[in-house]
């Protein structure tokens, strides 16, 4: 109780951009984002670990991880509800038990229908730890700087255990995959006491939901579901679009490559330029990153230019994120905003590819990229009347 109090007091300090970040309580919020999340993040190597290793056909191995999919979005919109009612560390600790249990079943289940179902269960703990912990990392002092590093974490796990992927499935094929799951969960564990043990950020800024009505809250929601449809339209078709460019797979499998680690580069930047420029220029910079050099894709183009392409894009948008979960903490003091943004993110993922699909049956590619750039711009002008609100409220930064 004594390290959950001295957190707590932790985050009512407010501090400048220039202030140390409050690694202390940081880090096990990264931990329980990257626990819950680390399916998403190396999906690849789970599918390659499924079809070369498990046995399953690449059928049978998108239906399980559908199913890992569906029960984290189902839990990542129940928390919209759960995260105000009930003690966080008792949530946490659900998640993280559900988790560890579907794990050690997976190592047993024998038949894709048993893994399926292991890997639901999966999923609804991991959407309740994602949804907690970055609701956790909101209650911090500096959140954009947070954010940035926590997807920064999460990356750069992603792009190690990628790394590693050859030297575990030597070891255990697909089970050292799980064992990984399994090892990450018990860690998560050891931290439960050092994250917010509930939502309230500071008392003293009990007026702070006052000046940020639910009409501001909503548009900035709505802008989070938007963005992510338009990630979700292009960033699913953008292989088959540099391959209608005129590329081979190859040269987009390696322009691809790279932006991973282009990506980082942009969440680390958010962690590292903080606020000081305010949200809505970085906002709006970010998102320029997704419109503008979609542009080049729209005749055949070179590997160099589609490397260059991606690689900005993915800066954008791993830049983008942190700030659009700081606009959501600064809407009220008990990071309910963030858990119903993390919702958001996940419905616009669903919804994007779907629309991106009805679009491109009637006219291609091309289709696909303008109802991204579309989406994108929808995005940055919902988003700029609840981060400009804040700021012209004395509450964040200025421009």
Excluded at 152 to 164: C, D, E, H, N, S
Excluded at 211 to 217: D, E, L, V
Excluded at 264 to 273: D, H, N, Q, R, S
Aim: net charge neutral; charged share 10%; hydrophobic share 55%.
């Amino acid at each position: 109780m004594r390290e959950t109090a001295e957190i707590d007091i932790a985050c009512t300090v407010s501090e400048p951009v220039s202030a140390a970040v409050n690694w202390r309580a940081l880090l096990p919020a990264i931990l329980t984002v990257v626990t819950g999340a680390q399916v998403v993040i190396i999906q690849p190597v789970v599918v390659q670990a499924l079809t070369e290793y498990a046995g399953f056909s690449a059928e049978q191995s998108g239906y399980i991880l559908s199913a890992e999919m569906w029960g984290f979005a189902v839990t990542t919109i129940a928390m919209v509800v759960l995260v105000s009612r009930f003690h966080w560390h008792r949530l946490i600790y659900i998640s993280v038990g559900l988790m560890l249990c579907a794990n050690v079943s997976s190592l047993l289940a024998n038949d894709a229908t048993t893994l399926s179902i292991c890997r639901f269960i999966a999923g609804l703990g991991a959407g309740g730890l994602v949804s907690l912990g970055f609701a956790a990392v909101g209650r911090l002092p500096q959140p954009d700087r947070c954010f940035g590093f926590a997807v920064t974490g999460a990356l750069t796990y992603g792009a190690l255990v990628v790394a590693v992927a050859p030297m575990l499935f030597l070891f255990g094929g697909y089970s050292a995959i799980v064992v990984l799951f399994i090892a990450t969960g018990i860690l998560c564990l050891g931290c439960v006491r050092k994250l917010p043990s509930a939502g309230i950020r500071n008392s003293s800024h009990a007026n702070d939901s006052s000046s940020s009505p639910w009409p501001k809250r909503l548009s900035a929601l709505a802008a989070m579901m938007v963005y992510f449809a338009a990630q979700g339209a292009v960033w699913s078709y953008l292989f088959l679009i540099g391959t209608d460019a005129g590329l081979s797979e190859n040269e987009v499998a390696y322009g691809l490559g790279v932006a991973q680690f282009a990506g980082i580069a942009g969440a680390l930047t958010a962690a590292m330029v903080a606020t000081r420029f305010g949200r809505v220029v970085p906002l709006t910079a970010g998102i320029l990153f997704g419109i503008l050099p979609l542009v080049y894709l729209f005749s055949n183009t070179t590997p160099l230019v589609f490397a260059t392409v991606v690689c900005l894009y993915n800066f954008g948008w791993n830049m983008t994120h942190p700030y659009l979960l700081g606009v959501m903490s600064s809407l009220d003091n008990t990071g309910a905003t963030v858990v119903y943004a993390v919702a958001m993110q996940k419905i616009g993922l669903a919804i994007g590819p779907a629309v991106a699909a009805m679009a491109l049956a009637g006219s291609g590619y091309h289709s696909v990229l303008l109802l991204g750039m579309g989406l994108f711009a929808a995005s940055l002008f919902l988003i700029f009347w609840p981060a400009l609100h804040r700021q012209k409220g004395g509450l964040d930064p200025a421009c």
